[in-house]
């Protein structure tokens, strides 16, 4: 079992930064691919960012392309969403996600087996 718990959320303005931290507890992350999802007010929870079990490499919506930054640090069994340039249509609760790795696109959201309760970030224009 794992558990995971998200921090770092806030309210920002449109244009600042905020970095997103997800702690976990049970297991070491170190075999899990980790992701990042949310979900605005009245929609559905979407991806916005993951990383491999094996290789430090990042996937990203394309919303958030280049503006976003997924890491991992297995030794302090943490991720983190470094979140810059932010707009108020990345206003949502975000949260923290892990799966055992699969041949299903990191990105799936039913693929995701552990979930934490979620940060709220919100952008003000």
């Known amino acids: 079992q794992v558990q995971l718990v998200e921090s770092g959320g806030g309210l920002v303005q449109a244009g600042g930064s905020l970095r997103l931290s997800c702690a976990a507890s049970?297991?070491?992350?170190?075999?899990?691919?980790m992701g990042w999802f949310r979900q605005a007010p009245g929609k559905e929870r979407e991806f916005v960012a993951a990383i491999r079990w094996k290789i430090a490499y990042g996937y990203y919506a394309d919303s958030v392309k280049d503006r976003f930054t997924i890491s991992r640090d297995d030794v302090k069994n943490t991720i983190n969403l470094q979140m810059n340039s932010l707009k108020p249509e990345d206003t949502a609760v975000y949260y923290c996600?892990?799966?055992?790795?699969?041949?299903?696109?990191?990105?799936?959201?039913?693929?995701?087996?552990?979930w934490g309760q979620g940060t709220q970030v919100t952008v003000s224009s």
């Open positions: 996600s892990a799966r055992l790795p699969t041949s299903t696109w990191i990105g799936t959201k039913g693929s995701y087996e552990y």
């Open positions: 049970g297991r070491t992350l170190s075999s899990y691919d």
